[in-house]
């Protein structure tokens, strides 16, 4: 941190998305049998959180947070699997205004953005793909865990 930054209230730096009352729930496929491309999914959804910050969201990012741990747990071979992760994500999600999915391959498959999905939707709150690019479009929550 800069000596000008020190200084700075950071409260009225925040760009005009940061509400702290509203927080996005950014979703991606994780779990597969093939370590790399979990780890390749995890740095996907770290950049697309990136993204979604330099974009003025205030984002939580579960594969961020849970992939290290996961690895962890998991002795850095096999993961423990979205349903291991349930009561976590759903605490989050409680408290996420909206739910982001990236559309990155397999999302339209994924068990675990499919729970996501109903989840949100069950509780009316707005669901949203992103693009790699960054652009966000939503989607039809009836047609949202078939693809589209």
């Known amino acids: 941190m800069t000596a000008g930054a020190r200084g700075r209230n950071r409260s009225s ?7 702290k009352r509203h927080v996005v729930y950014l979703a991606c ?12 999914r995890f740095e996907a959804a770290t950049r697309a959180a990136a993204q979604l910050i330099k974009q003025g969201y205030i984002v939580y990012s579960p594969i961020t947070m849970t992939h290290p741990i996961d690895a962890v747990l998991g002795g850095g071979k096999e993961t423990l ?8 994500d759903e605490a ?4 996420c205004s909206e739910m982001i999915i990236l559309r990155a391959p397999g999302w339209d498959e994924s068990r675990g953005i499919k ?3 109903e989840y949100f939707a069950a509780r009316e709150k707005p669901i949203r793909l992103m693009d790699s690019d960054g652009s966000l479009h939503p989607i039809n929550i009836k047609n949202a865990s078939r693809g589209g």
């Open 29 to 40: 496929p994780y779990g597969d049998g093939d370590a790399r491309l979990r780890r390749e």
């Open 92 to 95: 989050f999600m409680d408290f």
């Open 115 to 117: 729970r996501e999905i």
């Open 81 to 88: 699997g979205s349903d291991y992760w349930v009561d976590y």
């Open 13 to 19: 730096e925040l760009p005009k998305h940061a509400d």
